[in-house]
């Protein structure tokens, strides 16, 4: 029981695991299509990171889509510098597994990554998703702009909207600035391309958001 309240349960800047210095060295091109997974990038391109669950099966929804520059999975949103993976499942880094998306406005706008996030899992549960149970495992949007950041909230407005119509409870995705990304190690790294049979916890509620629904 100890161990399922801690790992539902982020830990403060006193329980948080110290982490390191040293960054986590990752290949130097996306395994799918050969761009670079580290900055600088081309001038244009604009940043988010998503957090849906399992990282796995979110970094492929991304990088299939038309538009994406380059996706990375990694760990943000908590204490831990540069954490490892097995410190962010033990709980006490308070990071979340996310994937950073690099992408071409002029070709795929944030609105239509906002709807492949929101149709793609389940918002609303909280410090889970499906079978997976973890603190890591929460719903999260983090922003490089005040103008996504507010596209964002708009955005889960709509969509609890659309989920409130299909008898869904409310959403839990938490909403800020983007914090400091760390990437993953290297065989995390477009994990389903490598391994085409692997584990994909990912799954939507069926729920279409509709951004032509607004709240009053």
Not at 36 to 59: D, S
Not at 91 to 102: A, F, P, S, Y
Request: proline fraction near 7%; aromatic fraction near 12%.
């Amino acid at each position: 029981m100890g161990l399922f309240t801690k790992k539902m349960t982020l830990p403060g800047a006193d329980t948080a695991l110290p982490g390191r210095n040293e960054e986590m060295p990752v290949p130097e091109c996306h395994f799918v299509n050969g761009n670079p997974m580290k900055p600088t990038f081309p001038q244009g391109l604009e940043q988010v990171i998503f957090g849906m669950g399992c990282f796995w099966g979110a970094e492929r929804r991304f990088w299939e889509q038309n538009g994406v520059y380059v996706t990375a999975a990694g760990y943000a949103g908590g204490i831990t510098p540069n954490p490892t993976y097995e410190e962010v499942c033990s709980g006490m880094t308070g990071h979340n597994e996310v994937v950073l998306v690099v992408f071409d406005p002029n070709v795929v706008t944030f609105d239509a990554l906002l709807a492949l996030f929101w149709e793609s899992h389940d918002p609303t549960q909280g410090m889970r998703q499906g079978n997976d149970v973890g603190t890591q495992y929460r719903s999260g949007i983090y922003t490089s702009s005040q103008e996504h950041l507010a596209l964002a909230e708009d955005s889960l407005a709509v969509f609890q909207n659309n989920l409130r119509e299909g008898g869904y409870p409310e959403i839990t995705t938490e909403i800020y600035g983007a914090p400091e990304f760390y990437y993953a190690e290297h065989y995390h790294q477009q994990y389903l391309a490598k391994v085409p049979n692997g584990y994909c916890g990912l799954g939507g509620t069926g729920v279409c958001y509709k951004p032509e629904v607004t709240t009053n």
